[in-house]
């Protein structure tokens, strides 16, 4: 027995100097699109984690808010970076003011849950559990606390990197960007505080999918920014909770990518990489030429309605040799064409009820609707799409106005001496909208300004 006693101390004084040897270290954590900086060690550490649940009111488009479930207070929650062999001491925390229990299950755990079994934290409490990564990757984690599904798509998930070994590459940009879907009881756009709804959520059809918790959450002054030359890497995390993201960046080509978030990069020249819910990728491309570049599921019209969009902008100087831009642009005119029409859907308005309330509520539907053909200051596209902005063709005519959004446009009209002949399609906008729409428009960017009431629209639709 005390042969026994002797080796099992011995034993246990070893293990603790192995353990005792490791730096210690709190992870840094980053909240998206930033990413934790690159490891700076060369062995293995024991890595000490602390993240909080908590659910709190947030912005979930303009005008419309959403009461969110996160970790660390926001969606998705905080980027967190390890290395394979780390030891990890975890702590999860529950706000007091929280109403639902919570728990983490990290894919990057060997364990029963991925550490759920071991983290079930009610509001007011903490939770502490411990694990090895073992594997290389780049892993989602969410809360699996029942219902599951709505934990997730209340906005509780997010990414954990472990790093092989030798570490990654170097590169000159790193962002975080997590894609996932939220069931509203509203329609997309829809203002005010919305619910979650149940019977969506089963049927699989989300009223938004989008980037970073948010439409617009990577666009105008949050776009990504890069410079001309730059090699840039994307850790792309797929919360779902139900659907595939087709994932595709305009005008570029991923020079490399680790496909589902594997430890190998084992695809070379992708255009568009399919990432499943609970899933990820790591994508690498360098930033050959100038310009805006467009983020999107590719899945299309998640992006154009449904808020799936985002932005990369690279500053530098132009390369001709790669890209020339427009080199001409020469009049073509082929036989028929007329007005497209969109169909119409009812989609409930928030009803202003005065010109400010129609100032609100006119720059939301602008936004979704009107920016990607005028741009988001009204400025247009050359030879394409006429300016909203200090718009003669706009202010001379208010009837004129509401008859084009109402109805479409098509043939040619000049505007600021310009002349364009383009399609302009009728929107399928409701009488509210289309004032609101109206009123904002000839309130921004150097216009003559005034106000249009829902019933000048309905004395127009009805031919007055």
Not at 288 to 315: C, M, Q, W, Y
Not at 342 to 361: A, D, Y
Not at 437 to 444: A, F, G, H, M, P
Request: charged share 20%; hydrophobic share 35%; with cysteine.
């Amino acid at each position: 027995m005390k042969l026994k006693y002797v080796f099992w101390m011995s034993s246990a004084l070893a293990f603790l100097a192995v353990g005792c040897s490791k730096k210690v270290e709190k992870a840094v954590l980053a909240y998206a699109p930033n990413v934790p900086p690159q490891l700076n060690r060369s062995g293995n550490a024991k890595v000490i984690i602390n993240l909080e649940t908590k659910e709190l009111k947030g912005r979930l488009a303009d005008g419309v808010e959403y009461t969110f479930w996160t970790f660390g207070g926001t969606v998705p929650g905080p980027m967190i970076r390890i290395r394979e062999g780390d030891d990890v001491e975890f702590h999860l925390s529950n706000h007091p003011t929280s109403k639902m229990p919570h728990n983490i299950d990290l894919h990057a755990v060997t364990g029963p849950g991925g550490g759920a079994a071991s983290s079930l934290t009610t509001p007011g409490h903490s939770s502490q559990f411990s694990f090895k990564a073992l594997n290389s990757g780049l892993y989602v984690y969410h809360c699996a606390t029942a219902p599951v599904g709505m934990h997730i798509a209340n906005g509780m998930y997010g990414l954990i990197l472990v790093e092989p070994k030798g570490g990654l590459p170097k590169v000159d940009k790193e962002f975080y960007i997590m894609q996932s879907e939220f069931y509203t009881k509203g329609k997309h756009g829809q203002a005010g505080l919305q619910g979650f709804d149940m019977d969506k959520a089963l049927d699989e059809k989300p009223e938004y999918v989008v980037f970073n918790g948010s439409v617009g959450s990577m666009t105008k002054e949050k776009t990504l920014k890069a410079k001309v030359g730059d090699k840039v890497r994307m850790f792309v995390g797929n919360g779902g909770p139900n659907l595939v993201s087709s994932f595709h960046v305009i005008g570029e080509i991923f020079d490399a990518v680790y496909t589902e978030g594997g430890a190998e990069r084992n695809q070379k020249n992708v255009q568009t990489t399919l990432i499943p819910a609970g899933g990820s990728a790591i994508v690498e491309f360098k930033m050959e030429v100038p310009g805006d570049h467009v983020i999107v599921d590719h899945s299309i019209f998640r992006t154009f309605n449904k808020g799936a969009l985002g932005l990369i902008k690279a500053e530098g100087d132009a390369v001709p040799s790669i890209y020339s831009g427009k080199q001409s642009d020469t009049v073509y005119l082929p036989e028929g064409g007329a007005t497209q029409t969109i169909p119409s859907e009812t989609v409930p308005s928030p009803g202003p009820k005065n010109k400010e309330e129609r100032l609100v509520v006119g720059k939301r539907i602008y936004d979704t609707t009107c920016a990607a053909c005028h741009m988001s200051q009204g400025q247009g596209v050359p030879k394409a799409f006429p300016p909203l902005a200090k718009s003669d063709f706009l202010n001379a005519d208010k009837k004129r106005a509401i008859h084009v959004v109402m109805n479409g446009l098509s043939g040619p009209v000049t505007v600021n001496k310009e002349k364009y002949d383009s399609i302009m399609p009728a929107l399928g906008l409701s009488n509210d909208d289309i004032a609101s729409v109206l009123t904002y428009v000839l309130n921004s960017w150097g216009n003559s300004g005034g106000d249009i009431t829902s019933a000048e629209v309905a004395a127009q639709r009805g031919g007055h």
